[in-house]
């Protein structure tokens, strides 16, 4: 999964935003600084919205395989056993 990110320098700062996702925002001093909080940020982002999901859906329906196994199928690059 690949996600668009913004960068700004404003007063010495670097910000660094992502259009998709529209509260995810950081900044650096640096601009290899400001990535790679960028990076964590949007790791955590998605680790709290893959885990609502598995809540989501582990309330709402009996799955067929495990859940994490049909996210990971869904969302990965590299779709290992995920063979219906």
């Not at 320098?9 to 910000?15: F, L, P, R, T």
């Not at 529209?22 to 960028?38: H, S």
């Amino acid at each position: 999964m690949h996600y668009n990110a913004k960068i700004t320098k404003s007063e010495g700062v670097y910000q660094v935003f992502f259009p998709d996702l529209p509260n995810v925002i950081t900044f650096g001093e640096t601009k290899d600084e400001a990535l790679r909080n960028a990076a964590d940020a949007l790791n955590g982002v998605l680790r709290v919205i893959m885990k609502r999901v598995f809540l989501f859906r582990s309330r709402n329906r009996k799955p067929e395989r495990g859940i994490m196994q049909s996210m990971y199928c869904r969302m990965s690059n590299f779709p290992i056993g995920c063979e219906s």
